[in-house]
C-alpha cells in the first residue's frame, strides 16, 4: 500500500504553523509497512487542493489529509473530496447530534456555520472527535482506493490516527497491529539510539523507531501479526534486550509521565506535596490532569518571591540573603516546608534562573536547583538545562517528575 499525506492550510504555506502532523503520519505508516510517496501542503484555495487530491489519488492507494475541517467558509477539504469524486455532501444527524452536545455542555452558542462540520462526501465512514468539534472521515474512492480526512489541531488529529483510523488500517492490511512505547527520562535521544542502534537496525518485526521531546524520549516497538497475542510475544524479547540497556532510564510503558507518577505514588500508598518557583506551577498543572490524582496530590505553593518563600514554606530569611533564592539551601527548606504543611510523604523544590535574563557568571541562566524531601530524607540535584525559559522550564518540570519517580521506586 502507497499513501500520500496531505496537509491543508495557507498558514503553513507561511509558516505561521509548524507542520508536525505530516512527520507524526509517515513515521506510524512506516512502522504499518505503508510507504508514503510523497508529502504535500497546499493553501486555502479550493481549485489548489483538488488538484493536490486529484493528483494523489492517481498516484497512491491512501490519502491522508489534516486540517481544513473547521466551520469558516475556507475550511474546504471535505467539499474538495466531495467534488472531485462527483458526490453530494450529507449531513450525518449522530454528528449534528454530537456536536449540538459539545456546545450545551459548555454553554456556548453554536453558530450557524458550525452545521459545515456535521456535514460529509456522501458514503463516508464517520470519525468521532472526542478532543474538538471537527469529525474526520474516512471516503471512498473507487476500488480499493480511500481518503482519510483528519482534523488539524495535533492533538485532535493524534487521537484520531491513533484510534480509529489504525483500527480500520489493520484491517486493510490484513494484520493486527499493536505498538509498545517505552518512555524514558535522564538520557537524550542521541544517546539512546546509539545504545539501542543494534536492537533499531536489525528489528524488522516489530520494528523499534526513536522519538523525542523535551525533557524526555522513548522507543516504540511495533509488531505486526494475526493476533494482539502473537504481536506481544513479537514484542516482549525486544522489549525486555532494551529493559537490559536502558532500563534505569525507563519510567513507563505506554503512559505519559504524570501518568506514571501518580501511578507510582498510588502504588506505594504515599502523598504529595509540592514547593515551585520557576516552574511557575507547571508540575502542579501536569499531574491534575491526571484523573484521580486528588488521592495523592495534597498541594503546591507557587512561591515566586522570597516573601513568599518565607511566609509560606519557612524558608528562612538568613539563608535567603545567604546563598540567594537559586541554591540547593533554599531549595531543601522549600521542599521540608512543603511536605510539614500537611504531613505529606514527599515533597519536591525547584527554583532556578530561566532566563533570559536574571543569569551572573555564578549563577547563569538555564541553572536549577532540585531537593526531595522523603519523609524526611533529603535528596538534591543541580543541573545546568540548555534551551529558551519555556524549554528550561519544561525540563525542569519533567526532570522532578522522573526523579519522584525513581525515589519511590526505591522507597
Known amino acids: 500500500m502507497r499513501a500520500e499525506i496531505i496537509a491543508v492550510g495557507t498558514e503553513l504555506l507561511l509558516g505561521q504553523t509548524l507542520n508536525t502532523n505530516s512527520s507524526c ?8 509497512g505503508i510507504s508514503v510517496y510523497r508529502h504535500t501542503t497546499v493553501g486555502d484555495n479550493r481549485e489548489r487542493i483538488v ?16 486540517g481544513g475541517l473547521g466551520p469558516t467558509v475556507d475550511d474546504l477539504t471535505k467539499e474538495c473530496v466531495a467534488q472531485l469524486l462527483s458526490v453530494d455532501m450529507v449531513q450525518d444527524e449522530e454528528a449534528l447530534v454530537t456536536l449540538r452536545s459539545f456546545f450545551a455542555k459548555r454553554n456556548w452558542t453554536m453558530s450557524e456555520n458550525n452545521l459545515r462540520q456535521s456535514c460529509f462526501p456522501r458514503h463516508s465512514v464517520i470519525l468521532r472527535n472526542d478532543n474538538g468539534t471537527a469529525p474526520g472521515c474516512i471516503v471512498p474512492a473507487g476500488g480499493e482506493k480511500a481518503f482519510v480526512l483528519l482534523p488539524g489541531p495535533p492533538f485532535e488529529m493524534e ?6 483510523v489504525l483500527g480500520w488500517l489493520s484491517e486493510k492490511i490484513d494484520a493486527v497491529i499493536r505498538s509498545r512505547s517505552l518512555h524514558m527520562c535522564g538520557i537524550g535521544e542521541s544517546e539512546m539510539e546509539t545504545r539501542a542502534r543494534d536492537i533499531i537496525d536489525t528489528s524488522d518485526n516489530p520494528t523499534v523507531a526513536p522519538y523525542a521531546k523535551r525533557g524526555e524520549c522513548f522507543l516504540r516497538i511495533t509488531a505486526r501479526a494475526a493476533t494482539a497475542d502473537e504481536c506481544d510475544r513479537l514484542i516482549d524479547p525486544v522489549a525486555k534486550q532494551i529493559y537490559e540497556r536502558l532500563g534505569g532510564f525507563i519510567y513507563g510503558e505506554n503512559t505519559t509521565i504524570e501518568e506514571a507518577l501518580v501511578s507510582a505514588l498510588k502504588k506505594k500508598n504515599m502523598t504529595l506535596a509540592l514547593a515551585e518557583s520557576c516552574t511557575g506551577g507547571m508540575v502542579a498543572s501536569r499531574i491534575v490532569n491526571v484523573s484521580g490524582a486528588s488521592d495523592v496530590f495534597l498541594h503546591s505553593c507557587v512561591v ?5 518563600k518565607i511566609a ?3 524558608v528562612a530569611s538568613q539563608t535567603l540573603d545567604t546563598y540567594g533564592a537559586v541554591s540547593e539551601q533554599t531549595v531543601i527548606e522549600m521542599a521540608s516546608g512543603a511536605r ?8 519536591a523544590a525547584i527554583s532556578g534562573v530561566a532566563g533570559p535574563g536574571g543569569g551572573t557568571e555564578e549563577k547563569p541562566v538555564g541553572l536549577v536547583h532540585f531537593a526531595f524531601d522523603v519523609r524526611g530524607r533529603l535528596y ?3 543541573l545546568l538545562m540548555p534551551g529558551d525559559r519555556e524549554s528550561i522550564r519544561l525540563r525542569s518540570c519533567v ?13
Open 399 to 411: 526532570f522532578v517528575m522522573a526523579t519522584l519517580i525513581r525515589l519511590l521506586n526505591e522507597v
Open 312 to 314: 509560606l514554606l519557612g
Open 159 to 164: 487521537a484520531m490516527f491513533e484510534g480509529p
Open 304 to 308: 515566586y518571591s522570597n516573601e513568599a
Open 51 to 66: 488538484a493536490a487530491l486529484r493528483e494523489a489519488l492517481e498516484n497512491n492507494d491512501l490519502v491522508i489529509t489534516t
Open 25 to 32: 503520519i509517515a513515521r506510524r505508516l512506516a512502522e504499518l
Open 380 to 382: 538534591t540535584e543541580r
Open 340 to 347: 510539614k504543611i500537611c504531613n505529606a510523604d514527599i515533597a
